[in-house]
């Protein structure tokens, strides 16, 4: 379904919500965020913001329900390898990275315990909710290993014997520490992505995505 105004799927609330509407009120979208609404209209140009859990925007983008979409780098590229792996579509083009929701998706082991490579994980059963990057990860590297998959809480896994490392993402290093974990192996760094979906665009819908690209561009750069 085609409509005219652009459709740009964010998060709703979390780490990635806040400045994805900093960033699009810089760029001159108006928006007024309140309530509970799903999908949210821009003032001042042919706009409409859908606010989701960031777990549904790769989807939204390579069903094609959506135009563009802000997501994490980690979220995007788990979703499409699992796509891949379901035979679903699995094709975005990446419009932009932008300078927030810096992590690394990273394999961690109790702190006491010494690593010497990849090699070492073999066999070893790993929390995560990240099953499919870290298969790709550990496949390439010739790791056999099992997954005890996890959507929260993932750090406490070891500690609960549910799990002999975990593989989460990491930004400060604290939550590791406090769980008296030590991060053994980055698989993956991630920051947060401006993407657009496969097909055509009208050529009105080009030129303001072109514009929008533009004002991220000058927004990211008076930043720096
Ligand atoms: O409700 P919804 O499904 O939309 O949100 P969510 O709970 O799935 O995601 P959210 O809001 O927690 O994170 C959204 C995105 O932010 C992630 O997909 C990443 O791309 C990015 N991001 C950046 C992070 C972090 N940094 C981060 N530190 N996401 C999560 N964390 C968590 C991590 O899982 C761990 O529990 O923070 C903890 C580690 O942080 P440190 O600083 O202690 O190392
Ligand atoms: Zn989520």
Do not use: W
């Not at 999908?39 to 563009?68: F, K, Q, S, T, Y």
């Not at 099992?146 to 002999?164: F, K």
């Amino acid at each position: 379904m085609q409509t005219e105004r652009l459709r740009i799927a964010i998060q709703k609330k979390g780490r990635l919500a806040k400045e994805c509407q900093e960033l699009l009120k810089r760029c001159g979208v108006k928006i007024s965020f309140s309530g509970e609404r799903l999908v949210v209209h821009a003032e001042n140009m042919p706009i409409d913001l859908l606010l989701v859990r960031d777990d549904d925007i790769p989807g939204l983008i390579m069903d094609g329900v959506v135009d563009l979409g802000v997501i994490g780098e980690n979220e995007l590229e788990e979703v499409r390898l699992e796509r891949i792996a379901m035979a679903k579509p699995a094709e975005y083009d990446l419009l932009r990275r932008l300078d927030f929701g810096g992590c690394r998706l990273s394999v961690a082991i109790d702190k006491d315990n010494t690593y010497n490579g990849p090699e070492d994980l073999n066999g070893k059963r790993i929390a995560t909710s990240y099953p499919n990057i870290l298969k790709d990860y550990l496949d390439k590297k010739g790791v056999s290993f099992s997954t005890c998959m996890l959507n929260g809480s993932v750090e406490v896994a070891p500690r609960a014997g549910l799990a002999d490392a975990i593989c989460d993402l990491v930004s400060t290093g604290a939550t590791l520490e406090a769980n008296g974990l030590k991060e053994a192996e980055i698989i993956f760094r991630s920051k947060a992505v401006l993407i657009q979906r496969k097909g055509e665009f009208a050529q009105d819908k080009v030129e303001l995505i072109q514009r929008l690209l533009t004002r991220i561009q000058g927004v990211i750069q008076a930043k720096e």
